[in-house]
Nanobody, 127 residues
Framework: QVQLVESGGGLVQAGGSLRLSCAASGRTSRNYAMGWFRQGPGKEREFVAA????????YYGFSVKGRFTISGDNAKSTVYLQMNSLRPEDTAVYYC????????????????????WGQGTQVTVSS
C-alpha cells in the first residue's frame, strides 16, 4: 500500500502561479511512474501531467502544456507540479497518483495506469 499526500493548493488570481507537491510513503520501492490528474466541477477526471522514472520522461495534457511543469525525485518518492499562467478553467481538485504495476510506463496518461491515489488538493483560480 502506498499513501499519497498532496499539498500546495489554494486560491490564486488568473495569471498567477502555484506549486503542488505530492509525497508518497509506504511501499514505494516499485514506483514506475507518478502523475497528476484533476477534476473540475461537473467534469470528469482528466490527465494533467506524468513522469516515468525509468526514462526520465514527462508527459502533459494538451490544455496545460507549456504552462505546467512536472518534476520530482524518485528516491524521495516525491513529485511536484509547477503551475504558471493559471486560468479560471484550471480550477479543480488536483490528484496525485502512483503506478506500482508498470502500466504507466507505456500509458502514463490513462487513469487506469495508476493504482494509488491521494485525497486531492483544491486549486481555485479567480478571474
Amino acid at each position: 500500500q502506498v499513501q499519497l499526500v498532496e499539498s500546495g493548493g489554494g486560491l490564486v488570481q488568473a495569471g498567477g502561479s502555484l506549486r503542488l507537491s505530492c509525497a508518497a510513503s509506504g511501499r514505494t520501492s516499485r514506483n514506475y511512474a507518478m502523475g497528476w490528474f484533476r477534476q473540475g466541477p461537473g467534469k470528469e477526471r482528466e490527465f494533467v501531467a506524468a513522469i516515468v522514472w525509468s526514462r526520465s520522461s514527462t508527459y502533459y495534457g494538451f490544455s496545460v502544456k507549456g504552462r505546467f511543469t512536472i518534476s520530482g525525485d524518485n528516491a524521495k518518492s516525491t513529485v511536484y507540479l509547477q503551475m504558471n499562467s493559471l486560468r479560471p478553467e484550471d480550477t479543480a481538485v488536483y490528484y496525485c497518483a502512483a503506478d506500482r504495476q508498470g502500466y504507466g510506463v507505456s500509458t502514463p496518461t490513462l487513469i487506469g495506469s495508476y493504482a494509488d491515489w491521494g485525497q486531492g488538493t483544491q486549486v481555485t483560480v479567480s478571474s
